[in-house]
Each structure stands twice: as structure tokens, then as C-alpha cells.
């Protein structure tokens, strides 16, 4: 039985390249720097009974052994590779893995993404600026091709690494080009984090995958922790502030509090109806699905569905903002991917 100390010290010897860990889990744990997800969850109850249940559907529907470790802490284990579960947190989950980055990617996309009741962390820039460590590089890659025209707009695509000392600054400088404002994103990061004779290199992309690679796990723990901390309080942020309560008042009757999130846009929509046809078609990275109508002349309106927990969500676009009425079940999740995306996809520069 491995409990939480001891995976902690294999995951380091792991990424040390110690060779005595092969032997753990039958070879299926590598010599290899860290793979982690970052996963948004809903069992069927918050406890570790609802994660205990909803753990064992996945295994078992996708034929992968289970094994439970920890309090809160899971194996999953195909013929190949194992892969570590965290649920501490019943709703934000750490996925952990020594396999090749293409193996994690497939068990994320293929057997854990498509069940609606996962979902990935989407990370807006701001949450990105925050990751710890000092900076070594900023990655930005932009990808227009699912929501603009084809034709007439600057830079539609375009991937570069910036490296070196205060890497943000250069950013900066291409963000205050009119020109290329709206397409410097920033889809990853990466830093060094140091502690006394402990060193890791640890890199953060928008859909919450992390790499790490040094000599402690138990230093990369203790970012990743501290990380689905922030998530944590960005998502409840977003629904106490924009999911609708209902409540019956006896002097008024019923009263409804909250928001209505808007988008102001600074790059215009010149073609909407492309524009909805890649936010609504079910495809990833958006996942949303509805039918648009066209209520005035450029102004369209929809009830869409949102694939990750099945909730409504309704939007009302225009060529120059976009306001989201979330439904009082809607995971504010579902906020934070379309934002995340719309960064990567449309405008680097949208905010709330």
C-alpha cells in the first residue's frame, strides 16, 4: 500500500531518473519528468464517497484498473503506464503521470473529457501571469481559423516562444502594436521554482496541463496545490457573481440576484454568422451547441447547451460585444472555457 508520503517520494525519485522505480506497478511508472492535469469535477456528491464512485465508472467503463492508494489518492493502470488521480479536492482533481505526453493527452481527450461530468481547467491569461516561479519563457500561440474570415485579418495565426530575462516585457511591447494587439495571447509559461538544494522546471498551458521536470515532486506538489487554489476561487467567483439566485421575498415576491457577463469587443465580429457556427458546433475547444436567431439587423440570440454538465447557458451577440446569461445550475467552468478560448481564438484582448 503506497500512501500520500510515499508517492510523493517516488514521484521525485521518478523524475530523478532513478531506476529502482521501474520496478513499481509492475514497469508501468517511468524515469521521466511529471505530466499533470488539472480537472474539473462532478461526482455525484462533493465527498470522497461521490469521487470514490464516479473514479470507478471511469475505470471500469474504460476498461483500467483501479486502485485506491490514499485517502483521496488513485492509481488508474492500463496495460502500459499508470496514471495517479488527486481528489482531495472533490471538485478540482490533479491528474499525474510518468507516461509520454501523448499517452496523457489520449486518456485526457479520448476516455476522461467526453464523460460530462469532467472537464479541463481553462486558464484566461490572468491566472497564467500568476503561476509561480520565476519566468523563463511565455508562449503564444493564436489560432483564428474556427471564427474569423479567411481574408482581411491581420496575423490569423501565429505561434512564438519568447525566452530570456523578463520575457513579459517583450509581450508587452508586441501587445501595444494596434496591429497585433488582439492576437498576442498567452498560451503557456514557464518557470524555475527553487528551494534550498530542490530545483523544477515546471511549464502552464490555458488547458491546465503542467510538465514538470527536476528533483521534487514534492516542490511541483505545492505549485499544483497552491494553483487549484486560485482556480478554485476564480470558478466560485464566477458564479457568485454571474449564475442567477431566485429567491421568494414576501413584500416583492420573487427576486432574482446576479449578473449578466458582458464582453466588450475591441476586435469587431465582421462575419457573425461564421463566427457562431465555430462557438456553437459542438467541436471542441468551445464545446456548445444551439441554434442562433437573428431578433435584429446584426444582433443574434441563442439558448445554447453547454456539453460539459448538459446546462443551458443563453448569449445575445452583436458585432461589438457578447453578453452570457448563465443558467442557476450552469458550472461557472463554462465561463472560464469561453473566455480562455475566445483569448486563443478570437481576441487576446477579452475581458470581462
Known amino acids: 500500500m503506497m500512501d500520500r508520503a510515499d508517492f510523493i517520494f517516488t514521484m521525485s525519485a521518478a523524475m530523478s531518473g532513478e531506476s529502482s522505480v521501474e520496478a513499481v506497478f509492475g514497469g508501468r511508472l517511468r524515469t521521466s519528468g511529471v505530466k499533470s492535469r488539472l480537472l474539473e469535477a462532478h461526482p455525484p456528491e462533493f465527498s470522497p464517497g461521490g469521487c470514490e464512485r464516479l473514479v470507478r465508472d471511469i475505470a471500469e467503463r474504460e476498461g483500467l484498473q483501479h ?3 490514499d485517502s483521496d489518492l488513485w492509481a488508474l493502470l492500463s496495460p502500459e503506464d499508470v496514471f495517479f488521480l488527486d481528489t482531495a479536492n472533490a471538485r478540482f482533481w490533479l491528474l499525474h503521470s510518468t507516461a509520454r505526453a501523448s499517452v496523457l ?4 481527450k479520448t476516455k476522461l473529457v467526453p464523460d460530462h461530468r469532467l472537464d479541463c481547467a481553462w486558464m484566461p ?3 497564467l501571469e500568476q503561476f509561480e516561479g520565476d519566468r523563463t519563457w511565455l508562449r503564444s500561440s493564436f489560432a483564428s481559423d474556427q471564427l474569423l474570415p479567411a481574408r482581411g485579418e491581420a496575423a490569423r495565426r501565429w505561434r512564438m516562444q519568447l525566452e530570456g530575462d523578463a520575457p513579459e516585457e517583450i509581450l508587452e511591447l508586441i501587445r501595444s502594436s494596434s496591429r497585433y494587439a488582439s492576437n498576442a495571447s498567452l498560451t503557456a509559461v514557464g ?23 527536476g528533483n521534487s515532486f514534492e516542490l511541483v506538489a505545492g505549485v499544483l496545490w497552491r494553483t487549484v ?8 467567483g464566477l458564479e457568485a457573481r454571474y449564475r442567477p439566485k431566485t429567491t421568494v421575498v414576501d413584500e416583492i415576491g420573487l427576486q432574482i440576484d446576479g449578473e449578466i457577463a458582458v464582453f466588450s469587443l475591441d476586435r469587431e465580429i ?11 458546433s459542438c467541436r471542441e475547444p468551445f464545446r456548445l451547441w444551439g441554434v442562433p436567431r437573428e431578433v435584429a439587423s446584426t444582433q443574434w440570440e441563442v439558448n445554447a447547451v453547454d456539453l460539459h454538465v448538459g446546462q443551458m447557458l443563453r448569449m445575445e451577440i452583436t458585432p461589438r460585444w457578447i453578453r452570457v446569461l448563465l443558467g442557476e445550475r450552469t458550472c461557472g467552468n463554462t465561463l472560464a472555457r469561453l473566455i480562455a478560448n475566445l483569448q486563443q481564438h478570437f481576441d487576446a484582448r477579452v475581458q470581462l
Open 67 to 69: 486502485e485506491e492508494l
Open 125 to 127: 491569461a490572468h491566472l
Open 270 to 280: 465582421r462575419d457573425v454568422p461564421m463566427f457562431l457556427d465555430g462557438l456553437l
Open 191 to 213: 518557470s524555475t521554482v527553487a528551494e534550498d538544494d530542490r530545483r523544477v522546471k515546471m511549464a502552464a498551458d490555458f488547458q491546465g496541463k503542467i510538465v514538470s521536470a
Open 229 to 236: 487554489g486560485r482556480y478554485q476561487q476564480y470558478i466560485e
Open 105 to 108: 493527452e489520449s486518456l485526457v
